[in-house]
């Protein structure tokens, strides 16, 4: 993937009602600064200046975020309605994302959960930063967590890496980003998490790999291809494989499927009468979520 231009956008899916691109690392989503020329929201404009809506700000809703040093799959609504539908898909936590990632070490365990509580940081010049509960100056953590899987052992630039697969259970601000941190794996290439102390990549090496969204009129499932390959990046050298990508995506869509079957046995439930059962997944941090999202989305949602 070369680095972000006015006029290099690539889409992973179109449709009447929503675009998915493939976000470029270091690129910000919008912005308000004169001076920030090439965003996402200018290079949708250049793209296909028929399709911005004079009635929001950006003239693009954006249906989620991806940190500016962040690349992948990031889905675009094309109105009201079908910001409506994606709106609801992930106030109700029924959007699926998973991400690629190369981590700094050789992590031991093939899977791992990660529950570490994140806040913000308010200690002096750390206060664009999260942090885990227990750091100094961690304001408010609230409960969060991620699942990561070794897809496989290597190096990057002669260093020990690990490239994993990450499903973000919960949606804190950098949180993928933070728990590998606390995991004692931080993210090649973050400078902000390793305290400024990994510089040397190009890039930091996160990628939104996976998106699926099943909205009540089209379902949106795309795959931003995979950038940590030595063809792409002769830096990485993987040397033993733990888990195939495609295999651990099909197994994720398989358990996502199996959620969606259950979300509709209970409301059919519902409807006839019947008592819900309670669903940890589907209550966790309940209310902190549908508040993000409202935040996320307030511009083109509640117009």
């Not at 889409?11 to 989503?29: A, E, T």
């Not at 190096?155 to 890496?161: F, L, T």
């Not at 949106?220 to 195939?244: G, K, M, Q």
Request: net charge negative; aromatic share 8%.
């Amino acid at each position: 993937m070369e680095p972000g231009s006015i006029d290099n956008l690539s889409i992973l899916y179109q449709s009447s009602d929503f675009i998915v691109v493939n976000k470029h690392w270091d690129v910000r989503i919008d912005s308000k600064m004169s001076y920030e020329k090439l965003t996402l929201q200018s290079q949708l404009k250049y793209r296909f200046p028929e399709l911005a809506d004079p009635d929001t700000y950006y003239g693009f809703r954006f249906c989620h975020q991806l940190d500016f040093s962040t690349s992948g799959a990031l889905c675009v609504a094309l109105n009201k309605a079908a910001a409506g539908s994606a709106y609801k898909c992930f106030k109700e936590r029924m959007a699926t994302k998973a991400y690629l990632a190369l981590v700094r070490g050789h992590v031991s365990e093939s899977r791992m959960t990660i529950h570490y509580a994140i806040g913000k940081n308010t200690t002096e010049g750390m206060t664009h930063m999260m942090c885990i509960e227990g750091t100094e100056g961690c304001e408010n953590p609230k409960p969060c967590q991620s699942e990561l899987s070794v897809l496989e052992h290597g190096s990057y630039s002669g260093d020990p890496v690990t490239k994993v697969l990450l499903q973000p259970l919960t949606g804190r601000t950098h949180q993928l980003r933070v728990h590998c941190s606390a995991a004692g794996h931080p993210i090649v290439g973050d400078f902000t998490y390793s305290f400024k102390k990994d510089s040397n990549p190009y890039r930091m090496m996160l990628h939104a790999y996976y998106l699926r969204i099943p909205t009540g009129k089209e379902l949106i499932e795309v795959n931003a291809p995979d950038p940590f390959l030595t063809s792409l990046d002769s830096n990485w050298v993987p040397h033993h494989v733990v888990h195939r990508l495609d295999e651990m995506i099909q197994e994720l869509k398989d358990k996502t499927i199996r959620a969606e079957e259950e979300e509709r046995n209970q409301e059919a439930l519902l409807s006839s009468g019947g008592e819900e059962m309670p669903s940890k997944t589907k209550t966790l941090e309940k209310e902190e979520e549908r508040a993000k999202c409202e935040q996320w989305l307030a511009e083109w949602a509640l117009a």
